[in-house]
C-alpha cells in the first residue's frame, strides 16, 4: 500500500490511561449524515482508504447501533494493513465494538458472518435478551445497563487489554465520550460537499451544549485533491 501521511503518525503518552480518538467525515456546511439514513459514506475513496490507515494505529474501533444497522461492517483494517499491525506489536485486525441497547442488530450482515475476529457487544440486559441467538454465537457480548463511556474504557481496557480506542460515531455516541471528557483526538476530513437538510446531524448530537475543552490544538493538515484532512488533539 502506497504511503499514506497518517501511516507513521505518533500519539502522545497516556501512561495508564486509554487513548481515545474520533474519525469522521463532514461536508462544508458541518453535515455528517445526507438525508438522514442514507448508507453511502459521505467522503471519498480516498477517505475510506484513510479510515483504514487511521484504524490501523487501534486496538479497537467502536460505533453505535444506528451506525451499524446502516454500515453493517466489520471496523477492520484491509489486509495490506495488517503487517503494519503486527510489526508494531497489534493484532493484525482491531476489535470492533458495538454499542446497543436495544440489541436490534441483523445477524446476516457480513459484520458478523466474515468477521476476522469476534466482535464486542455491549449492551443492556433487555437488549442481550433481543440479540438473535446467531449473534449470541458470533459475538462476545457485555452487559451494561447504562454504560457511561468511562466505564466502556474501564471494560475495554481491563478485559480486552485495549489501549488505543477510536470511536467512529455516529453523532450521540460522539457526544456522550465529548461530554465525558474522554476524547483526545480527533480526525475529521471536509469533504467538498453541501447538504443542507435541517435535520441532518453534525458531528456530535446531545442534549447540552459541551464544556469547551481548555484547549484544541491543530496537528496537523493534508489536502488530496478538493479534500482536507484535519488531525486535532483535545486538552479537557
Ligand atoms: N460522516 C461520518 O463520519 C459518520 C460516521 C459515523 C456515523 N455517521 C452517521 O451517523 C448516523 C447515526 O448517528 P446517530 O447519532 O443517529 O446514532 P449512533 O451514535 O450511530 O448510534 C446510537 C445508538 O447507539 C447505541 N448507544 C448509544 N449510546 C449507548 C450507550 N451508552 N449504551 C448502549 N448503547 C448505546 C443505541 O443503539 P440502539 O438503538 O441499538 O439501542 C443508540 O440508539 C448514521 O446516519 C451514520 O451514517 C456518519
Known sequence: MREHFYQDIEFAHHGQRVLVACNMVTSLDGKVTADGNQPASLGSAFD?????????????????????????????VPSALESVRTEKGL???????????????????????????TPIIITSTAGAKNLPQPIQEQARVEIMDNPDPQSIIALLQETYQVRRLLV?????????????????????????????????????????????????????????????????????
Do not use: C
Open 48 to 76: 475510506r482508504r484513510t479510515m483504514g490507515v487511521i484504524r490501523s494505529h487501534f486496538d479497537a474501533v467502536l460505533a453505535g447501533g444506528n451506525t451499524i444497522r446502516l454500515h453493517p461492517y466489520y471496523l477492520g
Open 91 to 117: 493484532a493484525s485486525q482491531p476489535l470492533t465494538v458495538l454499542l446497543t441497547r436495544s440489541g436490534n442488530l441483523d445477524p446476516a450482515s457480513p459484520l458478523f458472518e466474515k468477521a476476522p475476529r
Open 168 to 236: 467512529e460515531g455516529g453523532p450521540s455516541v460522539n457526544y456522550q465520550f465529548m461530554q465525558a471528557k474522554l476524547l483526545d483526538e480527533l480526525f475529521l476530513t471536509l469533504h467538498p460537499s453541501l447538504i443542507g437538510k435541517r435535520t441532518d446531524l453534525g458531528l456530535s448530537a446531545g442534549d447540552k451544549v459541551l464544556e469547551q475543552a481548555k484547549d484544541i490544538k491543530l496537528l496537523t493538515v493534508h489536502q488530496q485533491e478538493d479534500e482536507i484532512f484535519l488531525r486535532y488533539r483535545i486538552t479537557w
